[in-house]
């Protein structure tokens, strides 16, 4: 079923960049990992590096899986808004054309969660 508006929605977006001091938004899901149902939100500077992200971003945020400590990081798949995407770990968030609220997710080869059901 269609859904109409009344009226057009006319509003200021409260998550535009320049609220946001310099930082931005990153969206980072892992993929076939669905104890995390939905991409975690960093608020990161756009010269932050990759390699920090997977350093000491991530395990923060995806740390307390069992499959977090077995990820050979020289095999993970990158998606930037779900195409192949191969991050230059020494480049920074943006020089990786990652901005405002972009979206990344990796996938984990040979793990698909607790004893393989995806979770």
Same mark, same amino acid.
């Given at each position: 079923?269609?859904?109409?508006? $009344?009226? +057009?929605?006319?509003?200021?977006?409260?998550?535009?960049? +320049?609220?946001?001091?310099?930082?931005?938004?990153?969206?980072?899901?892992? +993929?076939?990992?669905?104890?995390? *149902?939905?991409?975690?939100?960093?608020?990161?500077?756009?010269?932050?590096? @990759?390699?920090?992200?997977? +350093?000491?971003?991530?395990?923060?945020?995806?740390?307390?899986?069992?499959?977090?400590?077995? $990820?050979?990081?020289?095999?993970?798949?990158?998606?930037?808004?779900?195409?192949?995407?191969?991050?230059?770990?020494?480049?920074?968030?943006?020089?990786?054309?990652?901005?405002?609220?972009?979206? $990344?997710? @990796?996938?984990?080869?040979?793990?698909?969660? $607790?004893?393989?059901? *995806?979770?």
């Amino acid at each position: 079923m269609a859904v109409a508006a $009344i009226k +057009e929605y006319r509003f200021e977006s409260a998550d535009r960049l +320049e609220n946001f001091h310099g930082n931005q938004l990153l969206f980072v899901g892992w +993929e076939d990992h669905l104890m995390f *149902c939905a991409p975690f939100a960093f608020l990161l500077p756009p010269d932050f590096p @990759f390699q920090a992200l997977i +350093e000491d971003v991530l395990p923060g945020a995806y740390g307390y899986h069992p499959d977090f400590a077995e $990820i050979d990081w020289a095999k993970v798949e990158w998606l930037r808004s779900g195409q192949p995407f191969q991050p230059q770990l020494d480049k920074s968030l943006a020089d990786n054309g990652l901005g405002h609220k972009a979206v $990344i997710r @990796f996938r984990t080869p040979g793990l698909t969660g $607790i004893g393989g059901t *995806c979770s």
